[in-house]
Nanobody
C-alpha cells in the first residue's frame, strides 16, 4: 500500500497560479505512475493529469491542457501539479493518486490521498 499526502492548496484569484505537491511513501512508491484528480461540489471526481513512473510520459484532461503541468521530483516519490491561468471552474478538492499502471491512471488508480482544497475567486 502507498500513502499519499497532498499539500499546496489554497485561495487564489482567477488568472493566478498554485503548485500542488504529493508526497508518496511505501516500498514501491517511486516506481508507480501517479495522477491528479479533482472533485468540485456536487460533481463526480474527474481526471486531471497523469505521469508515468519514469516521469517521461504525461497525460492531461482537455480542460487543463496548456495551463497545468504534472512533474515528478528527482527521487520520483514526489509529484507536483503546477497550475497556471487558474479559472473559477478549477475550484475543487484535488486528489493525488497512484498505480497500478499508467494506462489505468485515468480511471482506476489503486491508492488515493486525502485531498487538498483549491479555490479560485473570480
Amino acid at each position: 500500500q502507498v500513502q499519499l499526502v497532498e499539500s499546496g492548496g489554497g485561495l487564489v484569484q482567477a488568472g493566478g497560479s498554485l503548485r500542488l505537491s504529493c508526497a508518496a511513501s511505501g516500498r514501491t512508491s517511486s516506481k508507480l505512475p501517479m495522477a491528479w484528480f479533482r472533485q468540485a461540489p456536487g460533481k463526480e471526481r474527474d481526471f486531471v493529469a497523469a505521469i508515468s513512473a519514469s516521469g517521461v510520459i504525461t497525460n492531461y484532461a482537455d480542460s487543463v491542457k496548456g495551463r497545468f503541468t504534472i512533474s515528478r521530483g528527482n527521487a520520483k516519490n514526489t509529484v507536483y501539479l503546477q497550475m497556471n491561468s487558474l479559472k473559477s471552474e478549477d475550484t475543487a478538492v484535488y486528489y493525488c493518486a497512484a498505480g497500478p499502471s499508467f494506462d489505468a491512471m485515468t480511471t482506476t488508480p489503486s491508492d488515493w490521498g486525502q485531498g487538498t482544497q483549491v479555490t479560485v475567486s473570480s
